[in-house]
């Protein structure tokens, strides 16, 4: 059973601090990898997709990896903002490509 | 162009009563996925489908029944409510499968 699991938990930065929000996988017979942003009281918004057969996606200020071998991805954010404050959740889509694997999110805090 | 919407955003129910939880996308997607998210557990996938008339099973489906009687509609129906099913729920569409997901609001279900 596939099980994604997200470290850390909690993070604070200052605004302007580079960061690394890390997501681990289980089982890596997977269609495709998703990050996504929830903030407070909302629903999600997509933020990157990388296809089994990709090693990383680039969106603005966001670069995501992603290393099958290990059951690894990573999220990197440059210069981060107080607005960029949100939890950051993962999911491993099956093989199907008919459902995700969420990991429980990485709540980032970014103070100005 | 509205996205996926739900309805209600709120309910209060009591043990035992029933109700139907309505989401609704005009993005022409062909699949639909009904999650709840609880603190401590992350997503979990309730029920999806890949198309108009059809349902599948997710994660944790027990409890719940749905119904994708027109392509833009997917419902799901809680037969005789629990406290356990107290979460929030979030319905999602994408175009196929393994694509980006595009979520709802969330219906906030209290079952006292």
């Known amino acids: 059973k596939q099980e994604v699991t997200q470290i850390p938990a909690a993070l604070s930065v200052p605004e302007g601090e580079n960061l690394v929000l890390n997501c681990s996988f289980t089982?890596?017979?997977?269609?495709?990898l998703q990050w996504f942003r929830q903030d407070p009281g909302k629903g999600l918004t997509s933020l990157l997709l990388?296809?089994?057969?990709?090693r990383e996606q680039t969106s603005g200020r966001l670069n995501a990896s992603l290393d099958k071998s290990s059951g690894r991805s990573t999220l990197y954010i440059a210069a981060s903002q107080p607005g960029d404050s949100a939890t950051y959740l993962c999911?491993?889509?099956?093989?199907?490509?008919?459902?995700?694997?969420f990991g429980k999110g990485t709540t980032l805090s970014v103070s100005s | 162009n509205a996205g996926v919407t739900q309805t209600p955003k709120f309910r209060v129910l009591k043990t035992g009563q029933s109700m139907t939880l309505l989401c609704a996308q005009d993005?022409?997607?062909?699949?639909m996925y009904w999650y709840r998210q609880d603190p401590g557990m992350g997503l979990r996938l309730i029920h999806y489908?890949?198309?108009?008339?059809?349902?599948a099973k997710g994660e944790v489906p027990d409890g719940y029944n749905v119904s994708r009687l027109k392509k833009q509609n997917f419902l799901l129906g809680l037969e005789s409510a629990a406290p356990s099913q107290t979460s929030v729920y979030f319905c999602?569409?994408?175009?196929?499968?393994?694509?980006?997901?595009?979520f709802g609001p969330g219906t906030r279900l209290t079952v006292l």
């Open positions: 993005m022409n997607h062909e699949y």
């Open positions: 489908s890949v198309g108009e008339g059809t349902t």
């Open positions: 990388i296809q089994s057969s990709q």
């Open positions: 089982d890596s017979a997977i269609y495709n």
């Open positions: 999602a569409s994408s175009y196929s499968e393994g694509l980006e997901q595009f």
């Open positions: 999911a491993a889509c099956n093989q199907a490509g008919t459902a995700l694997i």
